[in-house]
């Protein structure tokens, strides 16, 4: 029994006992009362009748009218003349008149009231012996009159405390309860803090435990703070913060084979010229502040685009790789106006740059030699010139934006397409399917490399997301095996996407826990408040919510945790290689044990190699997932390339 139907037994019986002992202690005293006063009448009445029939001459038919007249006041349920020998010489006698009244309670309370006696004389000698009983219905009256009173009064009384009981235990539940809800909290390694309430105790216990839940989340944000320092050192240029050579090339290759095919955008690079020559003649410090800068500029252009990263790939190269960029003139012409700025403050610093466009058959080894190729060109042609190679791009499906627009709704109406690829413990069982998409375009099916783009520009990123998310829901009512589904920046941000995933979710209630929903980990940076509106939202309906290509930042999962996230995916440029790495190594193990100290699942993706596998199994994760990750009892067959 809990301890809140506890205090209401005990709060009912205190108050029932109330109520009965002094209901009972009232009808006592006042029965009581009333049957002294009755015997008193009783008596005084027998003593004033036969003074007066002692007065009278004994004349039978005298005496006779003196008791008629007195039992007819009707005060009287007996009287009785007797002479000494005990003969009855009058009577009157009627019964009680309490036909009105509950049986139950008169013999309850039955009244044991002694007749009044006295002696009626007749001169010196004895005359008789007079026994009055005085009539008892208007004291049972009384009595129950009372009685109602008094339950009445009580009845208020008792409903004025059950109120007053009420509010009291609430304002205990309330703490209470939100100690026994941070207490499950912690056991589910979702480490909250309560305000402290006015109760003593509560209050003392409550403070117990935020000091627990503050300190065990400031020792995993530490070891998250940790392992992004690792993170930055082993994936970060030090003196420009953007991603390394190394780094930018495992990223760049990851991009370029992703599984959603999202192999589409632009990538620039820009060089700092004559570089060896300007830091003799404008000092180390000065260079290097440019070069900070630049970092800083670059950065500002990819942030907040979900897939967009920037590096250094030697002293002075940068490359700056924007996937939903389909326009290599329009980011020469921003590069151009973020970069020379900078450059003109130190001095005229050559800055040449060279954008090539991305296209699906794209290959990492040709489009860097094309790069390089521009890049040469640019040089060639002046301190601050541009080359642009808009390559080979295959004849767009449609030519203008209404095109686009219509054939995107009317691929939405018609239903998306949902390709598998498992995601599986490291025993082989399934986690979930990720599930990229595919629109019906003139009559094929098309992958994101060529709507994607148009999607984004023409702001459609929220109803494909709804679109997406309704073609799992009916697969996994179907069959029941649960898919992961990516959620698009734009998408997490839209309040009226959100509202109609919740009714899709009700309509779907079965099909909730099976739904895998992945957000970018830029949301968590740029739009954590959304994501929080999210999962807050979509929690009661039991879909998992988890970060894709998580790398750094790991310093916030204990606040992302809160918000009940269920899952990581570690970056690609983690797994790549990871088996020749101890560094990395080092870095995934450590990731890995936060997660499973904040009991999230960490999911490797991208493993292309059974020595990446057996690595990552070995560290700890919970799930694999990329090209060497196949399994045969959950394939589902890909048809997306038919007609």
């Known amino acids: 029994m809990s301890l809140i139907k506890q205090l209401w037994l005990i709060i009912g019986l205190v108050l029932l006992l109330a109520f009965g002992g002094s209901l ?259 000092g180390h410090a000065r260079i290097d502040t440019l070069l900070a800068k630049l970092g800083q500029a670059l950065t500002r252009l990819a942030d907040g685009e979900e897939g967009s990263f920037c590096g250094r790939l030697n002293g002075s190269d940068f490359a700056l790789l924007l996937p939903w960029e389909d326009d290599p003139r329009a980011l020469a012409s921003r590069l151009a106006a973020a970069l020379h700025p900078l450059a003109d403050a130190a001095e005229t610093i050559p800055l040449p740059l060279a954008v090539a466009r991305l296209t699906p058959d794209t290959r990492r080894a040709e489009l860097l030699s094309r790069l390089d190729a521009g890049l040469a060109e640019a040089e060639a042609l002046g301190p601050r010139e541009q080359v642009v190679d808009s390559g080979t791009a295959p004849p767009p499906l449609f030519t203008t934006h209404d095109q686009w627009r219509q054939a995107l709704a009317q691929a939405f109406d018609d239903g998306v397409y949902l390709a598998h690829y498992p995601v599986l413990t490291p025993e082989g069982e399934l986690l979930h399917h990720e599930c990229p998409s595919r629109l019906r375009l003139r009559g094929h099916w098309r992958g994101p490399e060529l709507f994607m783009p148009w999607v984004r520009r023409l702001a459609l990123q929220p109803r494909l997301d709804l679109a997406v998310v309704t073609q799992a829901l009916r697969e996994i009512d179907r069959d029941g095996l649960p898919r992961g589904i990516h959620l698009s920046l734009e998408g997490i941000g839209d309040s009226h996407l959100i509202h109609q995933l919740q009714r899709l979710l009700t309509t779907h209630p079965d099909a909730g826990p099976a739904l895998w929903l992945e957000l970018p980990q830029v949301a968590v940076q740029h739009r954590l408040d959304r994501v929080r509106d999210l999962c807050q939202a979509l929690r009661p309906h039991g879909c998992r919510i988890g970060l894709e290509h998580a790398g750094a930042g790991l310093a916030r999962l204990a606040d992302l945790q809160d918000l009940g996230l269920g899952y990581i995916k570690l970056d690609v440029s983690l797994v790549a290689a990871i088996e020749a790495s101890q560094e990395r190594q080092a870095m995934v193990r450590g990731m890995v044990t936060l997660c499973r100290s904040l009991g999230i699942l960490s999911i490797a993706e991208g493993v292309t190699t059974h020595q990446e596998r057996d690595t990552l199994i070995e560290i700890g994760v919970h799930g694999l997932t990329g090209p060497r990750i196949r399994d045969p009892r959950h394939n589902l067959e890909d048809d997306s390339d038919g007609d």
């Open 24 to 282: 009972m202690i009232g009808l006592t005293a006042t029965r009581h009362y009333i049957q002294q006063e009755v015997r008193i009448k009783n008596a005084d009445n027998a003593n004033a009748l036969a003074l007066s029939m002692t007065q009278l001459d004994k004349d039978p038919v005298l005496m006779e009218l003196l008791l008629a007249a007195q039992f007819d006041t009707g005060h009287y349920r007996a009287i009785r003349l007797e002479n000494p020998a005990g003969e009855t010489i009058l009577q009157r006698q009627a019964d009680e008149q309490i036909d009105d009244l509950p049986g139950w309670f008169v013999a309850l309370v039955r009244f044991e009231v002694p007749p009044g006696r006295a002696v009626v004389q007749d001169g010196w000698r004895q005359y008789g012996t007079l026994t009055l009983v005085s009539q008892h219905s208007y004291a049972y009256r009384t009595l129950w009159r009372r009685g109602l009173q008094l339950t009445a009064w009580f009845l208020l009384a008792g409903l004025l405390s059950a109120l007053l009981a009420w509010w009291i235990v609430r304002g205990i539940r309330r703490p209470l309860q939100a100690t026994v809800t941070q207490a499950r909290e912690i056991g589910e390694r979702r480490f909250t803090t309560r305000p402290e309430p006015r109760t003593r105790e509560l209050r003392e216990v409550t403070a117990a435990m935020n000091r627990l839940s503050t300190r065990v989340r400031e020792m995993l944000t530490e070891e998250g703070e940790k392992l992004d320092r690792l993170h930055h050192r082993l994936r970060l240029d030090p003196l420009t913060r953007v991603a390394n050579r190394e780094h930018f090339m495992q990223r760049l290759q990851a991009s370029l084979e992703s599984e959603r095919r999202e192999a589409h955008g632009c990538l620039a690079l820009v060089r700092v010229g004559d570089l060896t020559a300007y830091n003799e003649r404008l």
